[in-house]
């Protein structure tokens, strides 16, 4: 029971992924499942991101950049080499993670604006690579033969299991993001947002700890890329590295209040409503990353930390809860 | 024993040549007191001794190893921590995190759940323990000044280096501080203090080393210091001005 209590944070945290997607397992809606699998797919991705935005204080222009590269190596191993689903998402988290661990290598050492920028270039110049690398298809990109299916119990079963995949990968993300906040080394990444220098002086080893938060943060868009493009049955360069989702990416993690576990779920499923709401809608559907931008604007001028740093401020009772 | 070595330590950023052959010796358990005008280069020594620079010319050796030109964190990691004259605290995280910091991640590279064991004891110390779960963006400049030397505490170092940890304090704050400095002696940790506060310094000081315009100018025991015609200069201009204004008085 201590322990539970203990650990309240986490579990709050992952009640919440599970009370998101409980209304299509229960009632068995493919259509309220592709919204839900939508919602769990940013839940992955915002809070792969917090782990450097909001534990770490680096601002990632091209986070994106890790589910493209992770969905395109996945999306090869399945079609080219006839590898499983399975291998194809291993694979997805080990390269991107490696992507991220050369990168961080490079560009880290970079502060501020400075790294921000360089994250879009690493973004462009990935995409444009893919674009010329003719195993993948080139500009074109890759199909997947519709008989892959067929392995999963066909292509409705293949789909179903997606989003079951996507569920565990979200709750995993959580746990992932919870650990990080709570150990010696979340610890030290929090003193290298707050006051890199003064980290140092006291011993965080900040180029290492950076270079993990990166790897960290890159390793579940890499295997959610691999899952998403397999149940897309088609992956192109557009589709895999949109600068905007990773503009998106930051508003959901700003939203909800970054460097806590539950502000980046509860952005994500926030953002993801009402992206669906203004899409749908006749007057937004040309306009929503105008009111996305908007959006990130009003939150860091009046809420900058966010939804769940609002009321642990506001409330500091629940602190415990709201982690 | 001597715990810290500084061997014609020069320093320029371009033209400027900040520090110039800086030599000097620590045995083990004292207090060396670091005095000079301002922009004489002492924050610029603290940053040469604790690897923030590389210094231009010279070797630091601390604990009889070279430790010239090594980072921060391997300087942390060796046994040495410092304040900063400017305050950095880690404002975001509380004061119990700040502290914890030092612990984890310092010479004893603790974990989480004894780092807050030491946090506690070395807040208590320092007289912020009722403070510890307030966030340290939220302390005034005083509470600040004991939260820096309470992370650096934290880490159980052999050396530590204060910068003007008394400048912007009333006197009781002073006095708290002076006394709290004379305490980590006791223990026997090493310190190097830059500080303004004269009578302070002369107090709580073993040996004091004088810098001015990057030179080294002086140094010695509290009483031949405050004697030396040189500091006096460099402090007060002149030290036959005021006789000879007397005599052209006459």
């Keep these: 029971m201590k322990t539970l209590k203990n650990h309240l944070g986490l579990i709050t945290s992952l009640v919440i992924v599970i009370l998101i997607a409980i209304a299509?397992?229960?009632?068995?809606?493919?259509?309220?499942r592709e919204v839900v699998f939508t919602i769990l797919r940013a839940i992955v991705l915002a809070s792969s991101l917090n782990i450097l935005l909001?534990?770490?204080?680096?601002?990632?222009?091209?986070?994106?950049?890790?589910?493209?590269?992770?969905?395109?190596?996945?999306?090869?191993?399945?079609?080219?080499?006839?590898?499983?689903?399975?291998?194809?998402?291993?694979?997805?988290?080990?390269?991107?993670?490696?992507?991220?661990?050369?990168?961080g290598k490079a560009i880290l050492r970079l502060r501020g604006a400075y790294f921000a920028l360089a994250t879009i270039g690493v973004n462009e110049?990935?995409?444009?690579?893919?674009?010329?690398?003719?195993?993948?298809?080139?500009?074109?990109?890759?199909?997947m033969n519709f008989s892959v299916y067929q392995e999963y119990g066909g292509a409705m079963k293949a789909l179903e299991m997606s989003f079951?995949?996507?569920?565990?990968?979200?709750?995993?993300?959580?746990?992932?993001?919870?650990?990080?906040?709570?150990?010696?080394?979340?610890l030290g990444l929090l003193a290298i947002r707050e006051d890199e220098d003064a980290a140092e002086v006291m011993g965080v080893v900040a180029p290492d700890a950076k270079t993990w938060a990166f790897v960290l943060s890159a390793i579940f868009p890499g295997m959610v890329g691999a899952l998403f493009f397999f149940k897309n049955g088609s992956v192109e360069p557009l589709d895999a590295f949109p600068l905007h989702t990773s503009i998106e990416m930051i508003v959901m993690v700003m939203l909800g209040g970054q460097g806590t576990v539950l502000g980046p779920i509860l952005g994500a499923a926030g953002y993801q409503r009402m992206r669906g709401l203004l899409v749908t809608s006749p007057i937004f559907k040309n306009i929503q990353l105008a009111v996305s931008g908007?959006?990130?604007?009003?939150?860091?001028?009046?809420?900058?930390?966010?939804?769940?740093?609002?009321?642990?401020?506001?409330?500091?009772?629940?602190?415990?809860?709201?982690? | 024993m001597m715990i810290l070595q500084v061997q014609g330590v020069s320093k320029n950023f371009g033209g400027l040549q900040a520090l110039s052959n800086v030599t000097f010796d620590l045995p083990e358990g004292q207090i060396l007191?670091?005095?000079?005008?301002?922009?004489?280069?002492?924050?610029?020594l603290f940053n040469v001794i604790n690897g923030v620079y590389t210094p231009s010319e010279g070797r630091v050796i601390f604990r009889g190893k070279d430790v010239t030109g090594q980072k921060t964190y391997h300087m942390a990691h060796a046994g040495m921590a410092?304040?900063?004259?400017?305050?950095?605290?880690?404002?975001?995280?509380?004061?119990?995190?700040?502290?914890?910091?030092?612990?984890?991640?310092?010479?004893?590279s603790h974990n989480l759940k004894k780092a807050r064991q030491i946090a506690e004891e070395v807040l208590d110390f320092v007289g912020l323990a009722e403070r510890a779960e307030q966030l340290a963006g939220s302390l005034n400049v005083g509470q600040k000044k004991r939260l820096?030397?309470?992370?650096?505490?934290?880490?159980?170092?052999?050396?530590?280096?204060?910068?003007e940890v008394l400048a912007g304090l009333n006197p009781s704050e002073i006095a708290h501080m002076v006394d709290i400095v004379r305490r980590i002696r006791e223990q026997g940790i090493t310190i190097i203090m830059i500080e303004h506060v004269m009578h302070a310094i002369m107090n709580v000081s073993d040996r004091i080393l004088v810098l001015d315009y990057g030179q080294q100018i002086a140094e010695g025991s509290p009483e031949e210091i405050s004697q030396n015609p040189k500091v006096i200069e460099a402090y007060l201009g002149d030290p036959k001005l005021a006789e000879r204004l007397m005599e052209g008085g006459e």
């Design chain 1, 24 to 32: 299509p397992i229960v009632s068995g809606n493919a259509a309220s």
């Design chain 1, 54 to 103: 909001g534990y770490t204080g680096y601002v990632s222009f091209g986070h994106i950049v890790f589910f493209g590269f992770g969905g395109y190596v996945g999306f090869y191993l399945i079609t080219a080499q006839g590898q499983s689903l399975w291998v194809a998402m291993l694979a997805g988290g080990v390269v991107s993670g490696l992507l991220a661990y050369l990168l």
């Design chain 1, 125 to 143: 110049a990935v995409r444009a690579f893919i674009n010329n690398f003719e195993p993948f298809g080139g500009p074109t990109g890759m199909t």
């Design chain 1, 164 to 186: 079951y995949i996507m569920l565990v990968l979200a709750l995993l993300v959580v746990v992932l993001s919870y650990v990080v906040r709570t150990s010696k080394f979340g």
């Design chain 1, 294 to 323: 908007g959006l990130l604007l009003l939150i860091v001028l009046f809420v900058p930390a966010g939804v769940i740093g609002w009321a642990r401020q506001r409330w500091p009772k629940l602190r415990r809860v709201l982690q």
């Design chain 2, 33 to 44: 007191g670091l005095i000079g005008p301002n922009g004489a280069g002492k924050t610029t």
């Design chain 2, 82 to 108: 410092r304040t900063h004259q400017i305050v950095k605290p880690l404002n975001d995280l509380t004061v119990m995190e700040n502290v914890m910091v030092g612990a984890c991640f310092g010479r004893e």
């Design chain 2, 148 to 163: 820096e030397m309470a992370r650096a505490l934290a880490s159980h170092p052999y050396l530590l280096l204060l910068d």
